[in-house]
């Protein structure tokens, strides 16, 4: 496979969708929550800046991963949650857990340590 046959695979398609910093954190939370409030989201992830942590949350709503809906209060609530689609990553976020605790042990407990 060349580079155009690469640049077109679907997973490297996949792959672009998921890189960012803190991409799978925000779904590793919205994995085990049903919704999750903006400043919920922020606290929880504790090194993002708020600039950042929107950013990629925008990235994730027009991906189609994620549902934006605001509640009209003083001040509004933006609450997030999983698509269908971004659902439908459980099952691949797992297994490349499952795979780096077995196959890239070292590098887990590295970060483990610190």
Not at 4 to 30: D, E
Not at 33 to 59: A, D, G
Not at 83 to 94: M, Y
Request: proline share 4%; aromatic share 10%; with cysteine.
């Amino acid at each position: 496979m060349d580079y155009n046959q690469f640049k077109h695979c679907g997973l490297n398609v996949a792959l672009g969708i998921l890189s960012g910093k803190w991409k799978a954190i925000i779904l590793y939370h919205l994995f085990h929550q049903e919704s999750m409030r903006f400043t919920e989201l922020w606290r929880i992830i504790p090194k993002v800046t708020k600039k950042v942590l929107l950013e990629h949350l925008k990235q994730m709503e027009h991906q189609g991963l994620l549902i934006r809906s605001e509640v009209n209060t003083f001040p509004p609530e933006v609450y997030y949650k999983l698509s269908d689609k971004g659902k439908a990553l459980a099952p691949a976020l797992s297994a490349l857990e499952v795979w780096a605790n077995e196959y890239a042990r070292e590098e887990v407990d590295l970060l483990k340590s610190k």
